[in-house]
């Protein structure tokens, strides 16, 4: 099974009075790069999380969010910081004795103060949370997966059918290159006929120039080895699995031959064919930085 390295996954549910909310979403990258955003009270699911999303996920740059609304009774704690308010109120009386100003402070004023109030989160044991981020989060993975698994059929369908593609290419360029050698004989020969005449040719020496000419231009290795590395493509591919990397190999050798081909080449439609596969190669190479 192939897979795309980007994906999205979420889900929402309701743990242990907690509405707890996990969105998971990842962007391609070379190695497995994990970072999250959960509220500050509990920075402790970071572990955690980072552990789920290994144990699923091989490479991609992966951030996961989670919102926690606490439902419990008396969640929230509101405490009047009575230190604070004597401190501010005194050094208010000073300032009015000082300065002959008028006291005026009000509780509105107090309330503005941020410091007036202390705000305590009655929170559950961090193993109960741990324990219900970890439910929601396991579906949302779930469903960043699914998505990366049809992403990833897609991926696979299109290199394969450029794989095809290129297969032809190859095909032509088997059946043109016998020919390219026929035509060579037949140039060199009307060329001595140009330049000598009626004058018998000598038949040895003809082969002797159209053999060195053939094995110059010859692709018949090349052509093979891209054959066999399209053909380990398709196997990597139908094996499935964590492969980007082995794949992106794969395709430096496919370009490797293409080019030795095209350095090769004598004959424009062999030059143009070669053209068209390093452009299908390059578009497999574009594909296949997002399978996982």
């Given at each position: 099974?192939?897979?795309?390295?980007?994906?999205?996954?979420?889900?929402?549910?309701?743990?242990?009075?907690?509405?707890?909310t996990?969105?998971?979403?990842?962007?391609?990258?070379?190695?497995?790069?994990?970072?999250?955003?959960v509220?500050?009270?509990?920075?402790?699911?970071?572990?955690?999380?980072?552990?789920?999303?290994?144990?699923?996920?091989?490479?991609?740059?992966?951030?996961?969010?989670?919102?926690?609304?606490?439902?419990?009774?008396?969640?929230?704690e509101?405490?009047?910081?009575?230190?604070?308010?004597?401190?501010?109120?005194?050094?208010?009386?000073?300032?009015s004795?000082?300065?002959?100003?008028?006291?005026?402070?009000?509780?509105?004023?107090?309330?503005?103060?941020?410091?007036?109030?202390?705000?305590?989160?009655?929170?559950?044991?961090?193993?109960?949370?741990?324990?219900?981020v970890?439910?929601?989060?396991?579906?949302?993975?779930?469903?960043?997966?699914?998505?990366?698994?049809v992403?990833?059929?897609?991926?696979?369908?299109?290199?394969?059918?450029?794989?095809?593609?290129?297969?032809?290419?190859?095909?032509?360029?088997?059946?043109?290159?016998?020919?390219?050698?026929?035509?060579?004989?037949?140039?060199?020969?009307?060329k001595?006929?140009?330049?000598?005449?009626d004058?018998?040719?000598?038949?040895?020496?003809?082969?002797t120039?159209?053999?060195?000419?053939?094995?110059?231009?010859?692709?018949?290795?090349?052509?093979?080895?891209?054959?066999s590395?399209?053909?380990?493509?398709?196997?990597?591919l139908?094996?499935g699995?964590?492969?980007?990397?082995?794949?992106?190999?794969?395709i430096?050798?496919?370009?490797?031959?293409?080019?030795?081909?095209?350095?090769k080449?004598?004959?424009?439609?062999?030059?143009?064919?070669?053209?068209?596969?390093?452009?299908?190669?390059?578009?497999?190479?574009?594909?296949?930085?997002?399978?996982?």
């Open positions: 099974m192939i897979r795309s390295m980007t994906g999205f996954g979420r889900a929402r549910k309701t743990v242990s009075d907690l509405n707890i996990v969105e998971i979403k990842s962007v391609n990258h070379r190695y497995f790069e994990f970072s999250s955003r509220p500050r009270a509990y920075m402790f699911l970071d572990e955690k999380l980072n552990k789920l999303c290994r144990e699923n996920i091989q490479r991609g740059k992966v951030e996961v969010s989670v919102l926690i609304e606490d439902n419990t009774e008396n969640a929230i509101i405490e009047v910081n009575s230190q604070f308010v004597s401190a501010y109120l005194e050094a208010i009386k000073k300032l004795s000082k300065f002959r100003l008028k006291n005026d402070i009000k509780a509105s004023s107090l309330i503005r103060n941020p410091d007036t109030f202390k705000i305590r989160q009655q929170s559950l044991e961090d193993e109960v949370v741990i324990s219900a970890s439910e929601v989060a396991a579906e949302a993975i779930e469903s960043f997966i699914n998505m990366r698994t992403e990833g059929e897609r991926l696979m369908n299109d290199v394969i059918s450029r794989a095809d593609i290129i297969l032809s290419k190859v095909a032509f360029i088997e059946e043109r290159s016998p020919e390219t050698v026929k035509e060579y004989r037949l140039r060199l020969e009307q001595i006929k140009e330049l000598l005449g004058v018998n040719i000598e038949e040895q020496r003809l082969l120039e159209t053999a060195i000419f053939a094995d110059k231009i010859a692709v018949a290795e090349e052509t093979v080895r891209l054959r590395h399209i053909e380990q493509l398709k196997n990597m139908s094996e699995g964590a492969i980007g990397r082995k794949l992106d190999f794969i430096q050798e496919m370009n490797r031959e293409a080019n030795t081909i095209g350095s080449a004598q004959d424009i439609d062999i030059a143009h064919t070669v053209v068209d596969i390093k452009s299908e190669i390059e578009k497999i190479r574009e594909q296949i930085q997002n399978i996982e």
